[in-house]
Nanobody, 123 residues
Framework: QVQLVEFGGGLVQAGGSLRLSCAAS???????VGWFRQAPGKERELVAT????????YYADSVKGRFTISRDNAKNTMYLQMNRLKPEDTAVYYC?????????????????WGRGTQVTVSS
């Protein structure tokens, strides 16, 4: 398993942008990786995922066209560029890695998790 640490959360006004980073210890080029989020009182949900090759991505409908997931396997880092942020994007964002799927879309497929970073979007 890889160890994951998120960076880049914070407070931003609606319409603004943030870029989250997730650094992995060890080599994660063979893992599919994803971003999840959990808002207060809600279940954790998948935001976006990217295959180990970087060639395929998946986005939740709520963020499609506004968020972009990417990865740099040489740096063992993945990113989530978030544009046109909305108050409903407010949540703790988690990065996760899966060694069991080419592009994991189910939470149960992920076996490594970061501790999360808070993103707050003010109206």
């Amino acid at each position: 398993q890889v160890q994951l640490v998120e960076f880049g959360g914070g407070l931003v006004q609606a319409g603004g942008s943030l870029r989250l980073s997730c650094a992995a210890s060890g080599t994660f080029s063979s893992y599919s990786v994803g971003w999840f989020r959990q808002a207060p009182g809600k279940e954790r949900e998948l935001v976006a995922t990217i295959a180990w090759s970087g060639g395929d991505t998946y986005y939740a409908d709520s963020v499609k066209g506004r968020f972009t997931i990417s990865r740099d396997n040489a740096k063992n880092t993945m990113y989530l560029q978030m544009n046109r942020l909305k108050p409903e994007d407010t949540a703790v964002y988690y990065c996760a890695a899966s060694s069991s799927a080419y592009m994991a879309t189910l939470e149960g497929h992920y076996n490594s998790w970061g501790r999360g970073t808070q993103v707050t979007v003010s109206s």
